[in-house]
């Protein structure tokens, strides 16, 4: 198995709703991450977690809350979002923290806030 | 300041012929890698190609090729015989490695279209 799923594909919230993006990864990467991407730019990191750990927060707003429940499942979830937080969130990941290694994405969940 | 440049913000290419996609990186740190992601209009990010700072010889993938030059710091995608299904945008990253962890850094992408 060497593909990294997210789900869902689409998701439509309000901005007083709570949801919740899922990926998941089967091939014993122990670094995973959340980007996210607007319309025309390039991906912009959020967070980079090493062995289950919380490596890296990039200043993001705490209505987006990362979870890594175990090596194989990354979750964010959501609450109170803007409509400005519309974007592709993209899931990735990689064997280990450094090496060189590139960094599998998944195919991302198209996110729109009313 | 920005740290990886991609000066076309779009290419045209005739299916079957070669192209090369620009991308200059600016860094200070000795040890760095370079990647090349393709994202088609799905978008799902795609690796391609990766130069590690050290590695003596050009990065090669079938049709795929690095024209690395360190000392102008530029790391040129070359794709060779384009397809149709080349199109898509692409995009130059360089890893970065503040305090042990790791980051991707992006251009802004360069959206290249083949024409048949």
């Known amino acids: 198995d060497t593909e990294v799923t997210q789900t869902p594909k689409h998701l439509v919230m309000g901005m007083t709703n709570k949801k919740s993006l899922k990926c998941e990864q089967h091939?014993?990467?122990?670094?995973m991450y959340w980007y996210k991407q607007k319309a025309k730019k390039p991906p912009e990191l959020m967070f980079v977690?090493?062995?289950?750990?919380?490596?890296i927060n990039e200043s993001v707003p705490s209505r987006f809350s990362p979870e890594c429940p175990n090596s194989s499942l990354l979750n964010l979830h959501l609450h109170a979002l803007q409509p400005e937080d519309s974007a592709l969130y993209l899931c990735?990941?990689?064997?280990?923290?450094?090496?060189?290694?590139?960094?599998?994405f998944g195919p991302g969940t198209r996110l729109t806030v009313l | 300041a920005q740290k990886i440049t991609q000066t076309q913000p779009g290419m045209f290419v005739q299916e079957k012929e070669a192209v090369t996609l620009d991308c200059t990186y600016d860094?200070?740190?000795?040890?760095?890698?370079l990647f090349w992601y393709k994202q088609p209009s799905s978008g799902e990010m795609i690796f391609l190609i990766y130069?590690?700072?050290?590695?003596?010889q050009n990065a090669t993938e079938g049709r795929y090729s690095l024209n690395f030059q360190k000392a102008r710091k530029s790391a040129n995608l070359v794709i060779s015989a384009s397809q149709l299904g080349d199109s898509a945008m692409y995009f130059c990253?360089?890893?970065?490695?503040?305090?042990?962890?790791?980051?991707?850094?992006f251009g802004k992408g360069t959206k290249l279209t083949v024409n048949p």
């Open positions: 990735a990941s990689s064997p280990y923290i450094g090496g060189g290694n590139e960094q599998f």
């Open positions: 091939m014993g990467h122990r670094a």
């Open positions: 977690y090493s062995y289950e750990k919380l490596s």
């Open positions: 860094t200070s740190d000795p040890s760095y890698g």
């Open positions: 130069q590690g700072s050290y590695d003596q």
């Open positions: 990253a360089m890893r970065e490695d503040p305090g042990g962890s790791e980051k991707l850094v």
